[in-house]
């Protein structure tokens, strides 16, 4: 990832399995957790500035930041949906809910809200969503799906494309010879 943000003109972002439209978006579910209230929602792990690389809209607060590391209080952007779904009619920002799984008995606290993402599926209702620091991950993540939060998938924006993945390609070589990436697409 450090070396792919090295890449002139590139801004990077990695997520864990990316919501573009795309591909159908695998059902990684959390718990989302108040005292009041419990229900399942997709939870992507984000790298910073993962919403001004992709030009998604915050809404208000602030993207995910490098400053977000393991150690620091956790921290999490919540899609519209789910902000709707916490804490309706309130302001969400600073407000705090427990990610079953993934940061055990630990409050999140709520630093920004995206506008929903739309998924391409055959499920077309909306879905609550949470994003999360990739940096702020315990060693080990419980439940099926843990072994999955090792991926990432980076998306970069710049032009022209073809040079950049001509970068992309020879970074990642330069930080690991055995790992060559896997796929790339342009849109």
């Not at 984000?46 to 992709?54: G, L, R, S």
């Not at 602030?62 to 779904?85: E, S």
């Not at 427990?98 to 077309?124: M, W, Y």
Request: net charge negative.
């Amino acid at each position: 990832f450090e070396r792919l943000r090295q890449i002139p003109g590139a801004k990077v972002a990695g997520i864990s399995h990316p919501p573009v439209n795309s591909f159908v978006v695998p059902q990684l579910k959390a718990h989302v957790e108040r005292s009041d209230t419990a229900f399942p929602v997709i939870d992507f792990l984000v790298t910073a500035d993962y919403f001004h690389t992709i030009e998604a809209k915050l809404l208000e607060g602030r993207d995910i930041a490098d400053r977000d590391t393991h150690g620091q209080p956790p921290v999490a952007v919540v899609n519209q949906t789910l902000a709707r779904l916490l804490w309706p009619g309130e302001d969400p920002l600073h407000k705090h809910f427990g990610l079953a799984g993934i940061h055990e008995g630990t409050p999140v606290e709520v630093v920004g809200v995206i506008k929903d993402i739309p998924f391409r599926s055959a499920d077309t209702k909306e879905e609550a969503v949470v994003y999360t620091s990739f940096l702020q991950q315990p060693d080990l993540i419980h439940g099926p799906f843990g072994n999955m939060f090792g991926q990432m998938t980076f998306v970069m924006r710049g032009r022209p494309a073809q040079d950049l993945l001509k970068a992309a390609r020879q970074a990642v070589g330069e930080v690991d010879q055995r790992h060559p990436v896997s796929s790339e697409f342009t849109v």
